[in-house]
């Protein structure tokens, strides 16, 4: 979805170095399949090894790396300097980007990131805008600098957090965090007399919980700054929210380079997607928090994905949540705007007629308002909330 929706690159994670859980991580043939299926499409990939690997690990990793140059990835995101060492031994045709969870923040850390060999160096979250400006001026023309621009914030500098560790043996620096600052906690500071949170028995307080970044109104400045590439954080989310998010940045910033302010209807597409409360991050000061509850927000769901569509707009879809006859849906495809339409006549395979989809994954025929794409998402508007 990433590649259909209009990304330049997309970066992932293979099943060793990277700071991905093992479920969302490429296998080997995966990664090479991805691999070939971006390059068909002009875009280029980018792999994950920014874990600091323990001593025992050091053995693997050469061959590892020779391999991702033998895939033919184009860059290796990295945390940490001996990785950077091997892979300029092992893997000296692939470009290196430092990782955000280098904590990079001023212009000598990204100049001596260079002069060991980074073309780019993604900026740590929490560098504001006006810092932005001044490593640019004084960074070699050549550096690459990559931000984030979309998705969930951690509460901890750069991600580098230990309380999920902690609180559940499950490492955040290893792909493995709990987010235990997503909970809901009962805090008391005896030295702060009259400073606390309210408990009740059916509320709670969410004291870590991050709000999450939007940065889809302010492309104009990022790149006036000498931002190089924008990054949207992925990890563990959907297609969908992949398709929406890549689609609605995608137009907002070729928008800002012809000189335009972004389409208001590629604002409200970063609504369509679950997200917590946003905010500009570091960018402008700073973030805040969302105290009052865990849940992420959304305005619409995916209700089916295309399979074939004819030219006259008669499609075969593959449902995903239930809707029926009569029901308002938008159809949203690579590079144009939602369409909204209303779902009409619905068949199965043999041609009768079904008046709404109950089963799981069932396929089934409708007619789309225009001829949609492979993977064209068919969806509905909706008001409301998922626990997190």
Known sequence: MAVLYGADAVYLAGHRFGMRTAEVCFSDEDLLRGVQFAHAHGVKVYVTCNTLPREDELAELPGYLEFLQEAGVDALIIADLGVMALAKRHAPKVSLHVSTQFGVLNSAAACALYDLGADTVVLARETPLKDIRKIRQNTPKELRLEA????????????????????????????????????????????????????????????????????????????????????????????????????????????????????????????????????????????????????????????????????????????????????????????????????????????????????????????LPVCAPNGAIVRKRVETADIS
């Open 148 to 367: 984030f621009v979309h998705g969930a914030m951690c509460v901890s500098f750069s991600g580098r957090c230990l309380l999920s560790n902690y609180m559940t043996g499950r490492d955040a620096n290893r792909g493995q965090c709990a987010q235990p600052c997503r909970w809901k906690y009962h805090l008391v500071e005896e030295t702060r007399p009259g400073q606390y949170f309210e408990i009740t028995e059916d509320g709670g307080t969410y004291i870590m919980n991050s709000r999450d970044l939007c940065m889809i109104e302010h492309i104009p400045e990022l790149i006036d700054a000498g931002i190089s590439s924008f990054k949207i954080e992925g990890r563990t989310k959907s297609a969908y929210y992949t398709a929406v998010a890549t689609n609605a940045y995608r137009h907002a910033i070729d928008a800002a380079i012809r000189g335009e302010a972004p389409d208001p209807a590629w604002i409200e597409e970063t609504e369509m997607i679950s997200h917590r409360p946003y905010t500009t991050g570091f960018f402008y000061g700073e973030p805040g928090q969302h105290y009052e509850e865990g849940m992420f927000l959304r305005k619409a769901k995916v209700v089916a994905l295309v399979e074939a569509c004819a030219e006259d707009g008669s499609a075969l879809l593959t449902q995903r949540n239930k809707f029926s006859v009569g029901d308002s849906l938008e159809l949203l495809a690579p590079g144009m705007k939602p369409l909204a339409f209303t779902a009409e006549a619905l068949t199965d395979d043999e041609g009768n007629p079904i008046s709404d989809t109950r089963r799981a994954m069932m396929r089934f025929h409708m007619q």
